[in-house]
């Protein structure tokens, strides 16, 4: 690897006091025999707790941004990016924990190579368990986490995803300002599918990097509001890079779809199915540029199912989401 790479992190935090001095000191622990140079820039989306405090206090060498309200993760990062130095840039959660030789194992594909994603394995907090080791989006705009509480030496080949993990990756930073960075009218949540299948359509790859580990503060919880932006993003997803035709040939797909989000709608309750009509409402009407490019490259990225075992919680369920699949499959044909 040569020395004269510039790696630049950038952290998005909104009151994120409890984590984010830990995930900053990991970085700087895990460094080793590191041949790159690293900076860290923080984007403080207008935190009330100690958040800036800490940064201030703790790390002076850290840029910091800060931000007079909280606007989103996608155009937070944008800020960060804009601001960085380095020829390779890493997009880190706040609440997460760097593992040895986690940064040289993801950039290094990165060296010598262009139009390419690099995501690690996401461990849980606890490093027991595999949180996320990419994640898979359904040709319907369905996503879901790939790996999620599989043993945590599970998921050891590296390959392509459907889309890289926001919790972490990396990409060459005239890349990403080149794709236009993430979506700023995604608030929160979609950001990496958007911008990974943004990727796609440029000619880009993906890549899963099984030897850097991370750590990450998650469990798998989909609330009212969660359920909302997910929601709203699968809608702009769907009009973003599907054309009319694209749509039309998947309407027994799309419906069994809105079942499948309308069914998990009422188990939220009322507010669950608000959040539904508001998701449908805004991601239906909102302006959304179609986006043209490599299609068949965006197209082989889709998963043709979805996963039983996430948010099912009984047989009922689980055999719902079988029928489903076979309609998808049925539906979809072969690849493009």
Not at 88 to 109: K, M, S
Not at 157 to 166: A, D, I, L, N
Not at 178 to 184: R, T
């Amino acid at each position: 690897m040569a020395d004269e790479y510039l790696v630049s992190i950038v952290i998005v935090t909104y009151n994120s006091a409890d984590y984010v001095e830990a995930c900053i000191n990991s970085i700087y622990a895990r460094r080793g025999r590191a041949a790159y140079a690293l900076e860290i820039i923080v984007v403080d989306n207008h935190s009330s707790d100690d958040t800036v405090r800490i940064l201030k206090e703790r790390f002076p060498s850290v840029e910091l941004l800060e931000n007079d309200e909280n606007y989103g993760w996608g155009r937070a990062n944008n800020q960060g990016v804009a601001r960085a130095n380095g020829d390779l840039v890493v997009i880190l959660n706040p609440d997460t924990l760097a593992e040895d030789g986690w940064l040289e194992a993801l950039i290094q594909p990165l060296i010598g190579r262009r139009r390419l994603l690099t995501t690690p394995k996401i461990l849980i907090y606890d490093g027991s368990a595999i949180g996320n080791c990419g994640n898979i989006l359904h040709f319907t705009g369905l996503a879901f986490t790939r790996g999620y509480g599989a043993d945590k030496d599970a998921c050891a080949v590296s390959e392509p995803v459907s889309y890289v993990s926001g919790c972490c990756f990396a990409v060459r930073r005239d890349e990403f300002l080149q794709l236009g960075g993430f979506d700023e009218a995604l608030f929160l949540y979609h950001d990496d599918l958007d911008f990974t299948c943004k990727a796609y359509l440029a000619g880009f790859e993906s890549l899963y990097v099984p030897a850097s580990i991370i750590r990450h503060d998650y469990r798998l919880d989909v609330g009212p509001e969660k359920f909302f932006l997910l929601e709203k993003g699968r809608y702009v997803f769907l009009r973003k890079y599907l054309s009319t035709g694209d749509v039309l040939r998947f309407v027994p797909s799309l419906v069994v779809s809105e079942v499948l989000s309308s069914g998990f709608a009422a188990k939220l309750g009322f507010r669950g199915v608000l959040c539904k009509l508001r998701a449908v409402r805004e991601g239906i009407f909102a302006e959304v540029p179609r986006l043209r490019g490599d299609k068949e490259n965006l197209f082989k990225h889709f998963s043709r199912t979805i996963p039983n075992d996430q948010l099912t919680t009984n047989r009922i369920e689980r055999a719902g989401v079988r029928l489903a699949n076979k309609i998808f499959l049925l539906n979809y044909g072969p690849q493009l």
